[in-house]
T-cell receptor, first 115, second 114 residues
Framework: DSGVTQTPKHLITATGQRVTLRCSPRSGDLSVYWYQQSLDQGLQFLIQYYNGEERAKGNILERFSAQQFPDLHSELNLSSLELGDSALYFC??????????????FGPGTRLTVL | AQKITQTQPGMFVQEKEAVTLDCTYDTSDPSYGLFWYKQPSSGEMIFLIYQGSYDQQNATEGRYSLNFQKARKSANLVISASQLGDSAMYFCAMREPGGYKLIFGSGTRLLVRP
Protein backbone atom coordinates (compact mmCIF):
# COMPACT_ATOMS: atom_id res chain seq x y z
CA ASP A 1 0.00 0.00 0.00
CA SER A 2 1.60 3.26 -1.17
CA GLY A 3 -0.48 5.45 1.14
CA VAL A 4 -2.04 7.29 -1.80
CA THR A 5 -5.79 6.77 -2.05
CA GLN A 6 -7.99 7.24 -5.09
CA THR A 7 -11.73 7.07 -5.48
CA PRO A 8 -13.63 5.67 -7.17
CA LYS A 9 -11.80 2.57 -8.31
CA HIS A 10 -14.04 2.11 -11.32
CA LEU A 11 -16.23 4.58 -13.16
CA ILE A 12 -18.53 3.87 -16.08
CA THR A 13 -20.24 6.75 -17.77
CA ALA A 14 -21.58 7.93 -21.11
CA THR A 15 -20.16 10.26 -23.72
CA GLY A 16 -20.78 13.91 -23.02
CA GLN A 17 -20.88 13.42 -19.27
CA ARG A 18 -18.69 14.93 -16.56
CA VAL A 19 -16.89 13.03 -13.80
CA THR A 20 -14.67 13.86 -10.85
CA LEU A 21 -11.78 11.70 -9.71
CA ARG A 22 -10.48 12.15 -6.20
CA CYS A 23 -7.01 11.63 -4.74
CA SER A 24 -5.57 11.86 -1.24
CA PRO A 25 -1.77 12.00 -1.11
CA ARG A 26 0.47 10.26 1.38
CA SER A 27 0.71 11.92 4.75
CA GLY A 28 3.29 14.69 4.53
CA ASP A 29 3.42 14.86 0.74
CA LEU A 30 2.72 18.27 -0.71
CA SER A 31 2.95 17.42 -4.41
CA VAL A 32 0.21 15.67 -6.34
CA TYR A 33 0.54 14.48 -9.91
CA TRP A 34 -2.07 13.14 -12.31
CA TYR A 35 -1.24 10.66 -15.05
CA GLN A 36 -3.32 8.97 -17.73
CA GLN A 37 -2.55 5.45 -18.90
CA SER A 38 -4.13 4.34 -22.15
CA LEU A 39 -3.30 1.52 -24.53
CA ASP A 40 -2.30 3.79 -27.39
CA GLN A 41 -0.58 6.63 -25.47
CA GLY A 42 1.03 4.75 -22.60
CA LEU A 43 1.60 6.68 -19.37
CA GLN A 44 1.20 10.41 -19.88
CA PHE A 45 1.65 13.19 -17.36
CA LEU A 46 -1.37 15.46 -17.10
CA ILE A 47 -0.83 18.02 -14.37
CA GLN A 48 0.92 18.66 -11.08
CA TYR A 49 0.04 20.64 -7.96
CA TYR A 50 2.24 21.63 -5.08
CA ASN A 51 0.69 22.81 -1.84
CA GLY A 52 -2.43 24.04 -3.59
CA GLU A 53 -0.79 25.68 -6.57
CA GLU A 54 -0.55 24.40 -10.10
CA ARG A 55 3.11 23.80 -10.95
CA ALA A 56 3.20 22.05 -14.29
CA LYS A 57 0.92 21.02 -17.10
CA GLY A 58 1.47 18.20 -19.49
CA ASN A 59 -0.76 16.72 -22.16
CA ILE A 60 -3.95 17.73 -20.45
CA LEU A 61 -6.97 18.50 -22.61
CA GLU A 62 -8.90 21.72 -22.12
CA ARG A 63 -11.91 19.61 -21.17
CA PHE A 64 -9.95 18.42 -18.16
CA SER A 65 -9.17 20.44 -15.07
CA ALA A 66 -7.79 19.79 -11.63
CA GLN A 67 -7.34 21.43 -8.29
CA GLN A 68 -5.68 20.79 -4.96
CA PHE A 69 -7.52 21.75 -1.82
CA PRO A 70 -6.17 23.15 1.48
CA ASP A 71 -6.22 19.66 3.01
CA LEU A 72 -4.00 18.66 0.04
CA HIS A 73 -6.40 16.24 -1.54
CA SER A 74 -6.82 16.74 -5.26
CA GLU A 75 -9.60 16.31 -7.77
CA LEU A 76 -9.39 15.77 -11.51
CA ASN A 77 -12.47 16.88 -13.41
CA LEU A 78 -13.15 15.42 -16.83
CA SER A 79 -15.98 16.94 -18.87
CA SER A 80 -17.64 16.40 -22.26
CA LEU A 81 -16.29 12.89 -22.13
CA GLU A 82 -15.41 11.07 -25.31
CA LEU A 83 -14.82 7.39 -25.98
CA GLY A 84 -11.09 8.10 -26.22
CA ASP A 85 -10.99 9.32 -22.64
CA SER A 86 -11.41 5.76 -21.43
CA ALA A 87 -8.22 5.04 -19.53
CA LEU A 88 -6.65 4.34 -16.17
CA TYR A 89 -6.07 7.60 -14.30
CA PHE A 90 -3.38 7.64 -11.66
CA CYS A 91 -2.67 10.07 -8.92
CA UNK A 92 0.83 10.15 -7.46
CA UNK A 93 2.31 12.11 -4.61
CA UNK A 94 5.76 13.12 -3.43
CA UNK A 95 7.37 15.17 -0.72
CA UNK A 96 9.34 17.68 -2.74
CA UNK A 97 9.15 19.29 -6.08
CA UNK A 98 11.88 19.73 -8.61
CA UNK A 99 14.42 17.32 -7.17
CA UNK A 100 15.49 14.43 -9.34
CA UNK A 101 15.62 12.25 -6.23
CA UNK A 102 11.99 12.87 -5.36
CA UNK A 103 10.10 9.59 -5.60
CA UNK A 104 6.52 9.61 -6.75
CA UNK A 105 4.23 7.08 -5.09
CA PHE A 106 1.18 6.08 -7.06
CA GLY A 107 -2.35 5.41 -5.97
CA PRO A 108 -4.30 2.36 -7.16
CA GLY A 109 -5.82 4.30 -10.06
CA THR A 110 -9.34 4.99 -11.28
CA ARG A 111 -10.41 3.03 -14.32
CA LEU A 112 -12.71 5.20 -16.42
CA THR A 113 -14.88 3.62 -19.08
CA VAL A 114 -16.81 5.93 -21.40
CA LEU A 115 -19.61 4.19 -23.30
CA ALA B 1 13.95 15.91 -25.47
CA GLN B 2 14.10 13.32 -22.76
CA LYS B 3 13.21 9.81 -23.77
CA ILE B 4 13.03 6.37 -22.21
CA THR B 5 13.26 3.26 -24.38
CA GLN B 6 12.34 -0.25 -23.36
CA THR B 7 12.97 -2.56 -26.27
CA GLN B 8 11.55 -5.78 -24.80
CA PRO B 9 7.77 -5.81 -25.06
CA GLY B 10 7.59 -9.21 -23.39
CA MET B 11 9.88 -11.65 -21.63
CA PHE B 12 9.70 -15.06 -20.04
CA VAL B 13 11.79 -16.30 -17.14
CA GLN B 14 11.81 -19.56 -15.23
CA GLU B 15 10.95 -19.39 -11.58
CA LYS B 16 14.01 -18.93 -9.32
CA GLU B 17 16.16 -17.65 -12.19
CA ALA B 18 17.43 -14.10 -12.63
CA VAL B 19 16.15 -11.80 -15.36
CA THR B 20 17.32 -8.47 -16.76
CA LEU B 21 14.90 -5.90 -18.12
CA ASP B 22 16.48 -3.33 -20.41
CA CYS B 23 16.10 0.42 -20.26
CA THR B 24 17.95 3.13 -22.13
CA TYR B 25 17.44 6.82 -21.70
CA ASP B 26 18.28 10.04 -23.42
CA THR B 27 18.89 13.34 -21.69
CA SER B 28 21.29 16.22 -22.01
CA ASP B 29 21.15 17.10 -18.33
CA PRO B 30 23.95 15.71 -16.13
CA SER B 31 21.64 15.41 -13.14
CA TYR B 32 18.66 13.09 -13.31
CA GLY B 33 16.88 10.29 -11.52
CA LEU B 34 15.90 6.90 -12.86
CA PHE B 35 13.05 4.82 -11.47
CA TRP B 36 11.53 1.42 -11.99
CA TYR B 37 7.88 0.67 -11.32
CA LYS B 38 5.96 -2.61 -11.36
CA GLN B 39 2.37 -2.82 -12.53
CA PRO B 40 0.68 -6.15 -11.75
CA SER B 41 -2.52 -7.20 -13.48
CA SER B 42 -4.51 -5.51 -10.73
CA GLY B 43 -3.33 -2.19 -12.16
CA GLU B 44 -1.54 -0.36 -9.37
CA MET B 45 1.90 1.15 -9.94
CA ILE B 46 4.43 0.01 -7.37
CA PHE B 47 7.74 1.83 -6.90
CA LEU B 48 10.66 -0.60 -6.93
CA ILE B 49 14.00 1.15 -7.08
CA TYR B 50 15.72 4.49 -7.70
CA GLN B 51 19.11 5.41 -9.17
CA GLY B 52 20.55 8.92 -9.19
CA SER B 53 22.87 10.01 -11.96
CA TYR B 54 25.62 10.88 -9.49
CA ASP B 55 25.32 7.72 -7.45
CA GLN B 56 28.62 5.86 -7.46
CA GLN B 57 27.11 2.47 -6.73
CA ASN B 58 24.32 0.57 -8.37
CA ALA B 59 21.09 0.72 -6.40
CA THR B 60 19.76 -2.43 -4.74
CA GLU B 61 16.47 -3.16 -3.01
CA GLY B 62 16.06 -6.73 -1.90
CA ARG B 63 15.84 -8.92 -5.01
CA TYR B 64 15.94 -5.87 -7.27
CA SER B 65 19.11 -4.25 -8.46
CA LEU B 66 19.80 -1.65 -11.07
CA ASN B 67 22.66 -2.12 -13.51
CA PHE B 68 23.52 1.51 -14.17
CA GLN B 69 25.89 2.21 -17.05
CA LYS B 70 26.03 5.97 -17.39
CA ALA B 71 28.23 6.13 -20.47
CA ARG B 72 25.84 3.84 -22.31
CA LYS B 73 22.82 5.64 -20.85
CA SER B 74 21.32 2.40 -19.68
CA ALA B 75 19.59 1.50 -16.42
CA ASN B 76 18.66 -2.16 -16.57
CA LEU B 77 16.61 -3.77 -13.84
CA VAL B 78 17.84 -7.12 -12.56
CA ILE B 79 15.43 -9.32 -10.66
CA SER B 80 17.11 -12.21 -8.89
CA ALA B 81 15.43 -15.48 -7.89
CA SER B 82 12.25 -14.75 -9.82
CA GLN B 83 8.95 -15.58 -8.18
CA LEU B 84 5.54 -16.19 -9.72
CA GLY B 85 4.39 -12.91 -8.16
CA ASP B 86 6.94 -11.05 -10.24
CA SER B 87 4.76 -11.55 -13.33
CA ALA B 88 3.74 -8.01 -14.24
CA MET B 89 4.47 -5.02 -16.44
CA TYR B 90 7.65 -3.17 -15.57
CA PHE B 91 8.17 0.48 -16.41
CA CYS B 92 11.39 2.45 -16.47
CA ALA B 93 11.02 6.19 -15.84
CA MET B 94 13.21 9.27 -15.67
CA ARG B 95 12.97 12.60 -13.96
CA GLU B 96 15.24 15.58 -14.35
CA PRO B 97 15.92 18.14 -11.61
CA GLY B 98 13.54 21.02 -11.89
CA GLY B 99 11.27 18.79 -13.87
CA TYR B 100 8.00 17.76 -12.42
CA LYS B 101 6.89 14.81 -14.41
CA LEU B 102 8.11 11.29 -14.84
CA ILE B 103 8.75 10.20 -18.39
CA PHE B 104 7.92 6.55 -18.82
CA GLY B 105 9.04 3.90 -21.24
CA SER B 106 6.54 1.66 -22.98
CA GLY B 107 7.06 -1.12 -20.48
CA THR B 108 8.10 -4.78 -20.51
CA ARG B 109 5.66 -7.54 -19.67
CA LEU B 110 7.40 -10.23 -17.64
CA LEU B 111 5.94 -13.69 -17.25
CA VAL B 112 7.48 -16.03 -14.70
CA ARG B 113 7.03 -19.70 -15.55
CA PRO B 114 6.72 -22.30 -12.77
Amino acid sequence: DSGVTQTPKHLITATGQRVTLRCSPRSGDLSVYWYQQSLDQGLQFLIQYYNGEERAKGNILERFSAQQFPDLHSELNLSSLELGDSALYFCASSVEVGASTDTQYFGPGTRLTVL
Amino acid sequence: AQKITQTQPGMFVQEKEAVTLDCTYDTSDPSYGLFWYKQPSSGEMIFLIYQGSYDQQNATEGRYSLNFQKARKSANLVISASQLGDSAMYFCAMREPGGYKLIFGSGTRLLVRP
